[in-house]
Antibody, heavy 126, light 108 residues
Framework: QVQLQESGPGLVKPSQTLSLACSVS??????????WNWIRQHPGKGLEWIGY???????YYNPSLKSRVTMSVDTSKNQLSLDLRSVSAADTAVYYC??????????????????WGQGTLVTVSS | DIEMTQSPSSLSASVGDRVTITCRAS??????LNWYQQKPGKAPKVLIF???SLQSGVPSRFSGSGSGTDFTLTISSLHPEDFATYYC??????????FGQGTKVEIK
């Protein structure tokens, strides 16, 4: 059973870089053609997709965050990472990583996220 | 970006009630529509993917329907553990995947 676990500092100063890691256990990050996502949720608010990355390193970012985001994978550690630069209070949120799956056959066309990590709260404050 | 609008934003229901939540997309998303359940302090969990496919392990009282721009999540008979917030998500247009604003299902 695949499990994901986010880690990183809970407090980041404004203008600095938020760096998080997501450790994957139970399966290789390189297997199965999955893609690996970061999603965030502002306190008491809805969900915002940040982007995804394949184990090959190919990444796609939400255009609203693209100028500040970099994702990477370390297959030797079975881990993915998120860097968000020049943060402000508006970046305070719970950050989740999630595995992306897909289907594309006669009876199924879709892409979805499962499973998710438990999430980690990052507060941007001086 | 495709906007996802859920209705209602919240609802009160009793155990045993049939509950329907709708999600409307501002443009077609085909069947690239998922439903997630989120309980307080927990990560979202997928219930329905590709508009109508039930995720393994999810009770059969949950069902999804629709295609194009209009979608529905139905809980046929509400159980106590179903009180949560539900989100729809479109994954049709890469890289601008978006979620609905959520529907909170509360105990009446």
């Amino acid at each position: 059973q695949v499990q994901l676990q986010e880690s990183g500092p809970g407090l980041v100063k404004p203008s600095q870089t938020l760096s998080l890691a997501c450790s994957v256990s139970g399966d290789s990050i390189s297997s199965g053609g999955y893609y690996w996502n970061w999603i965030r949720q502002h306190p008491g608010k809805g969900l915002e997709w940040i982007g995804y990355i394949y184990s090959s390193g190919s990444a796609y970012y939400n255009p609203s965050l693209k100028s500040r985001v970099t994702m990477s994978v370390d297959t030797s550690k079975n881990q993915l990472s998120l860097d968000l630069r020049s943060v402000s209070a508006a970046d305070t949120a719970v950050y989740y990583c999630a595995r992306g799956d897909h289907c594309s056959d006669t009876n199924c066309y879709g892409r979805w996220f499962d499973p998710w990590g438990q999430g980690t709260l990052v507060t941007v404050s001086s | 970006d495709i906007e996802m609008t859920q209705s209602p934003s919240s609802l009160s229901a009793s155990v045993g009630d049939r509950v329907t939540i709708t999600c409307r997309a501002s443009d077609t998303v085909g069947t690239y529509l998922n439903w997630y359940q989120q309980k307080p302090g927990k990560a979202p969990k997928v219930l329905i993917f590709a508009a109508s496919s039930l995720q393994s392990g999810v009770p059969s009282r949950f069902s999804g329907s629709g295609s194009g721009t209009d979608f529905t999540l139905t809980i046929s008979s509400l159980h106590p553990e179903d009180f949560a917030t539900y989100y729809c998500q479109q994954t049709y247009t890469t890289p601008t995947w978006t979620f609905g604003q959520g529907t909170k299902v509360e105990i009446k």
